[in-house]
């Protein structure tokens, strides 16, 4: 079986600052990992996804995340906050079936 | 392509009734999911589906039934609505590969039962 737990349920950010969502997973064969967002009143958009290979992986709107076996973490950073990332973030795990397993969620809030 | 579709977008309950919830999708995918989003909870997953005829429990199945009749829709039933059903609902979809394709969600159907 596997597990997301995310790390703080809102973070607030000023614009132009670093964004880090931590997401740390368990799962008994190696995963797939995933980062979805989720604007207000919107369904869930896919960022980026780790599968295998590389294990920094760049996604959409500037965000990327690194896959560490040995942490067992996927968290997920962008250099420089924008007002259109405020939303909230969710972290995914698969065993390589096909049912995902989701975190509780991150909301992030950008200052002007 | 309209992608996922929901339908419908809002409804309000009372203790006791029933309703079914549609999700559509045109992207010929095999797998289709319905969870349900609250606060503070992520996404569960109540049922799903890996083909057509096919259904599954989820985590948390209890209280809802679904059907998935034509590959294209995945039907989602409240025989007896409760309290503990509001929530916001999502439907997705994705290709029946191993994992490692995305799932396509649906903008969702907020739920309140009185």
């Known amino acids: 079986a596997q597990s997301v737990t995310q790390l703080g349920s809102h973070v607030s950010v000023s614009e132009g600052a670093l964004v880090l969502l931590r997401c740390n997973y368990s799962?008994?064969?190696?995963?797939?990992l995933f980062w979805y967002v989720q604007y207000p009143n919107q369904g869930l958009q896919l960022l980026l996804k780790y599968t295998t290979g590389a294990t920094l992986v760049k996604g959409i709107n500037g965000f990327e995340a690194e896959f560490k076996k040995s942490e067992t973490s996927f968290h997920l950073t962008k250099p420089s906050a924008h007002m259109s990332d405020a939303a909230e973030y969710f972290c995914a795990v698969s065993d390589r079936g096909y049912k995902l397993s989701f975190g509780a969620g991150t909301t992030v809030t950008v200052r002007a | 392509n309209a992608g996922v579709t929901q339908t419908p977008k809002f409804r309000v309950l009372k203790t006791g009734q029933s309703m079914t919830l549609l999700c559509a999708q045109d992207?010929?995918?095999?797998?289709m999911y319905w969870y349900r989003q609250d606060p503070g909870m992520g996404l569960r997953l109540i049922h799903y589906?890996?083909?057509?005829?096919?259904?599954a429990k989820g985590e948390v199945p209890d209280g809802y039934n679904v059907s998935r009749l034509k590959k294209q829709n995945f039907l989602l039933g409240l025989e007896s609505a409760a309290p503990s059903q509001t929530s916001v609902y999502f439907c997705?979809?994705?290709?029946?590969?191993?994992?490692?394709?995305?799932?396509?969600f649906g903008p969702g159907t907020r739920l309140t039962v009185l």
């Open positions: 589906s890996v083909g057509e005829g096919t259904t």
């Open positions: 799962s008994s064969v190696p995963p797939y």
């Open positions: 992207m010929n995918h095999e797998y």
């Open positions: 997705a979809s994705t290709q029946a590969l191993a994992g490692a394709n995305e799932q396509f």
